[in-house]
């Protein structure tokens, strides 16, 4: 009885000692998530605007900018930035499944692309999001859409923040 007793007293104090998260929970991790199933990479190939994002607090922006480039592998090269620092960073994301590419240790999921491929947002099972655009802005329209697209995906869009301009 005392082992038990032992046992559930540091099963308890265990708990405490947790690390506890740094900053709010954007997506309910037991919520599913897809990706998109066909999304074509030669049109998903250029030169995206960070929009909106899931914004740590206290960064300039997440990735401000990205371009992805089609492989004939079906990879994607990716470009991200310039950012805060200034430096744009970039790697190769392997395709894995229908939408979604291994990337630097993650996974990126293209959750959502418009039609005319103008607009598309990007999400990772581990939490971040992004909302893209070929240029700086979200029309109205689009906007309600990316916020039903990231709420189907366990997203709380309340804590959704435009991408600053330096």
């Excluded at 046992?7 to 900053?23: I, K, R, T, V």
């Excluded at 371009?67 to 960073?89: H, I, N, W, Y």
């Excluded at 916020?147 to 330096?166: F, K, S, T």
């Amino acid at each position: 009885m005392r082992g038990l007793i032992a046992a559930l007293s540091l099963a308890l104090l265990s708990g405490c000692m947790a690390p506890q998260a740094s900053g709010p929970v954007t997506r309910d991790a037991g919520a599913s998530m897809s990706s998109i199933a066909a999304l074509d990479p030669v049109r998903f190939s250029g030169r995206w605007y960070e929009v909106a994002a899931f914004v740590p607090e206290g960064k300039s922006c997440v990735i401000g900018a990205v371009t992805f480039t089609a492989q004939k592998s079906g990879d994607l090269m990716v470009t991200e930035g310039p950012c805060a620092d200034g430096r744009p960073t970039s790697g190769l994301a392997r395709k894995v499944g229908p939408g979604r590419y291994a990337f630097k240790g993650d996974e990126i999921w293209v959750l959502w692309v418009d039609a005319e491929y103008h607009t598309a947002v990007i999400g990772y099972p581990s939490g971040p999001a992004h909302v893209l655009s070929r240029d700086l802005s979200l029309p109205p329209d689009r906007k309600l859409a990316v916020e039903g697209i990231l709420e189907w995906n366990g997203y709380d869009v309340g804590l959704l923040r435009p991408a600053r301009r330096r």
